[in-house]
């Protein structure tokens, strides 16, 4: 059976065996979530990252973890809300199931998410725990065995707030 936990913190001081991060198209590092994460991790990231050609919004790749106590950096591209013709909502349910199928591919047992594109990219935050919850909820159901632990791992307030009255009801 998996748990999922809802989670205030830092993603980067999470121990499990991969974090998602909330990356840009070029993989490279930028702001929030991302940037905290590729200064963690350390210039090793960098480099890989470097090799990996980007990644397309609602596609997800994934690195070591150097530096950070995650073992692996799943990284997806969120939408950014207002610019994607009206697809938003599947391309965020897509960076949250293909990180979790990338997960699943590499036999990981526990996964940690942030809130994608809830940050720069403007994502309404309650529109977005719907979909993540959502998403996770209806992967798990479908692999049971998949995962012992998915966490949402949220570093402010708001986002931690929507998810725990998400997770009540």
Do not use: W
């Not at 993989?27 to 890989?48: P, R, S």
């Not at 529109?127 to 692999?143: G, M, P, R, S, Y």
Request: proline content about 2%.
């Amino acid at each position: 059976m998996t748990h999922l936990n809802i989670i205030r913190g830092d993603i980067t001081e999470i121990t499990t065996d991969a974090i998602v991060n909330a990356a840009n198209e070029t993989l490279l590092g930028g702001g929030g979530v991302d940037g905290a994460i590729h200064i963690a991790a350390g210039e090793e990231l960098y480099a890989e990252c470097a090799k990996l050609g980007g990644c397309h919004t609602g596609e997800a790749k994934i690195t070591k973890g150097y530096n950070l106590p995650a073992k692996h950096i799943i990284h997806t591209v969120g939408p950014v809300y207002g610019r994607e013709n009206g697809h938003e909502s599947e391309l965020l349910t897509a960076c949250y199931r293909n990180s979790l199928l990338l997960a699943k591919e590499y036999g990981l047992r526990s996964i940690a998410f942030s809130a994608i594109s809830t940050g720069v990219f403007g994502y309404p935050k309650a529109e977005a725990a719907v979909i993540a919850l959502t998403t996770v909820k209806n992967f798990v159901a479908e692999n049971p065995v998949a995962f012992d632990r998915v966490d949402f791992v949220l570093f402010d307030d708001e986002n931690f707030d929507i998810y725990q009255e998400l997770m009540a009801k």
